[in-house]
């Protein structure tokens, strides 16, 4: 990775630290499979607005690398939402607005989504019952998630941006926890090139 590449990947982490801190980084509940993706999807789509909205002000400050950079790994469509706003309305950088559109365009990428719904079903959820097993009084329930989550969630942000009531309900919309059977497609395997047909054999001449 170049330096502008592990800038912008060290303030997504960043963002998944402030989460931890703010605990809010793993369920501290027992969750159904859904929610728990749900859970996921909005860390990373936090931690993502996070990056987003440092490298658009780092860009606006002079320094572009870190802005392209993270055009480049995957994120275009959410830089792309940021800087429209942003652009045609600078105070949605203060209001919360911008950062909000770069949440929200997170969820809008099928193959994010897919990626996000097997690694929580098939990694994350496999690792928690781990550790409630090796950790039989930690006396957690199942209970669903709620605004309670949700106020945590956005009070990692030094902005209020995930609590205005004009955008959609983080717990409530489809949009946000729906499609959760999707997976990503096998990649497909480097097949070598077929074999040369051998030549038909050489028919006698009848007398």
């Known amino acids: 990775m170049n330096d502008d590449n592990l800038l912008q990947a060290i303030v997504h982490e960043v963002g998944h630290l402030n989460q931890h801190m ?5 369920p501290d509940r027992i969750l159904t499979e859904k929610e728990y993706i749900l859970f996921y999807r909005a860390a990373e789509a936090d931690a993502q607005a996070l990056a987003t909205e440092v ?21 275009k469509d959410i830089c792309d939402a940021y800087e429209m706003l942003a652009t045609a309305d600078p105070s949605s950088i203060n209001s919360g607005a911008a950062k909000r559109i770069a949440f929200d365009t997170w969820f809008t990428n099928p193959d994010r989504i897919a990626g996000y719904n097997k690694s929580t079903v098939e990694d994350m ?9 090796f950790f039989k009084n930690s006396n957690m329930t199942q209970k669903p998630l709620d605004e309670a989550w949700v106020n945590k969630l956005d009070s990692v ?18 949009f ?22 051998p030549n038909p054999p050489m028919q006698s001449a009848p007398f």
């Not at 703010?22 to 793993?26: A, L």
């Not at 490298?55 to 994120?75: H, I, L, S």
């Not at 942000?157 to 717990?171: A, E, I, M, Q, V």
């Not at 729906?178 to 047909?197: I, L, V, Y």
């Open 22 to 26: 703010s605990n809010v980084g793993n």
């Open 55 to 75: 490298t658009w002000a780092m860009k606006a400050a002079g320094d572009t690398g870190p802005w392209n950079e993270t055009c480049k790994v995957g994120y």
């Open 125 to 133: 959820i496999p690792w928690l019952e781990h550790i409630r097993n």
């Open 157 to 174: 942000s030094p902005k209020s941006y995930l609590r205005d009531s004009s955008n959609r309900s983080l717990l409530h919309d489809e």
């Open 176 to 197: 946000y926890g729906g499609d959760t059977s999707s997976r990503p497609k096998p990649p497909q395997a480097n097949m070598p090139p077929a074999a040369p047909a």
